[in-house]
């Protein structure tokens, strides 16, 4: 009888540390999705008269122009999850207003790893 009792406590133990992991690593939350996204946010900022100053700390024609100066000859180069015309923004709404990470994360829609690499990116560029 002993060594049932210990196999069953091995197995709680066991299943125990599989929870644990498995809250950790396994349960992740569920994308971000939202009506507006990052780039559809982008967009309607730039066209609405006022917001891209308020935002980017830019009118919107200066804004183009600094996106087309560090794309062709500073190297911003889009991805598979961000455009420059999105990664740009990010960068300026960041630095003009002082939000975190988890802030852009919430405006942006995009994970925290995202918006720091981007981040970064864009600095460098």
Not at 73 to 81: C, E, Q
Not at 99 to 119: A, C, E, L, M, P
Request: hydrophobic share 35%; aromatic share 8%.
């Amino acid at each position: 009888m002993h060594l049932h009792e210990m196999m069953i406590s091995n197995l709680a133990s066991v299943v125990t540390v599989v929870e644990k992991y498995h809250m950790a690593y396994l349960d992740k939350n569920e994308p971000r999705t939202s009506i507006l996204s990052g780039m559809g946010w982008v967009k309607e900022t730039l066209r609405t008269p006022g917001e891209s100053h308020r935002m980017f700390r830019m009118n919107s024609t200066m804004f183009h122009n600094l996106h087309d100066l560090l794309v062709s000859t500073y190297g911003l180069k889009s991805t598979t999850h961000m455009s420059t015309f999105e990664a740009l923004p990010l960068f300026l709404y960041v630095c003009g207003g002082c939000h975190s990470n988890r802030g852009v994360q919430n405006r942006f829609k995009h994970s925290g790893g995202t918006i720091s690499r981007k981040f970064d990116l864009v600095l460098h560029s």
